[in-house]
């Protein structure tokens, strides 16, 4: 369960731009929550990209505005500087994550311990995963392949989200009226993910407003960051109370 519930929602954004706080501000404005995941070598610069024939701001925070930017929510690895991690040899791999971890760790006051990998097609393999698994302090990873369910996963380093917000809008609208009538004999995990630069495209941001009204504030689903939801069925029931 879900600290005493059977179901719950999560939100993973990757990054770490700052289009972000213009999405805190939607989050908090519904109890909802994410974790946001950073690359703690590119702190500080600016960019653009271009998206669909549309360019859009790619700039990141300074590490001094990472602890109140993200206040309330969950800061996760993304890597150093953003590379394909298959294309890396094991030391760099290793390199890339574990150091981002501890200075994203020293930025944010706690210690991290998620992780999504970054790049878009196939962005991790089984050698990856298992160097992350037996050399860094991460203790789960989300990838960038939808699942379409709400069943929970055994392998956390190569974990499966739900939907992404932005290129299944439709398909995450439907799934979330499924699961908010869901009545589950077993814990079921809604888990959103996407990138907050995104919004701007198409400025998809009432639509996405509109999205978490309508998921928010129901009694019987726990809403967390990844860590919250993912870790708590590796914990005891004296580790949950």
Not at 185 to 198: D, N, Q, R
Request: charged content about 25%; some cysteine.
């Amino acid at each position: 369960m879900f600290h005493g519930k059977m179901k719950a929602v999560t939100f993973s954004y990757d990054d770490g731009v700052t289009q972000d706080q213009r999405l805190i501000e939607i989050l908090n404005k519904y109890g909802l929550k994410c974790t946001f995941n950073l690359n703690s070598g590119l702190l500080g610069t600016a960019n653009a990209l271009i998206r669909d024939g549309v360019t859009v701001a790619h700039c990141k925070p300074q590490p001094g505005e990472i602890r109140r930017i993200y206040e309330g929510h969950e800061i996760a690895s993304h890597t150093l500087t953003h590379p394909m991690l298959p294309a890396q040899e094991d030391r760099e791999v290793i390199r890339q994550v574990e150091e981002d971890r501890l200075r994203l760790s020293e930025l944010a006051g706690y210690e991290v311990v998620g992780f999504a990998y970054p790049g878009g097609g196939v962005n991790y393999d089984h050698r990856v995963a298992g160097l992350i698994r037996q050399s860094t302090g991460i203790r789960y990873c989300r990838t960038i392949v939808s699942s379409h369910s709400f069943d929970l996963q055994d392998n956390l380093f190569a974990f499966k989200p739900t939907v992404h917000h932005l290129m299944e809008f439709d398909e995450m609208r439907a799934l979330a009226e499924r699961f908010v009538a869901l009545r589950p004999e077993t814990p079921a995990l809604f888990y959103i993910w996407g990138h907050a630069y995104e919004f701007d495209i198409d400025n998809s941001w009432k639509k996405f407003e509109d999205f978490c009204r309508f998921l928010s504030g129901r009694d019987d689903i726990f809403y967390g960051t990844n860590k919250e939801v993912l870790l708590a069925q590796q914990e005891t029931p004296e580790e949950t109370a």
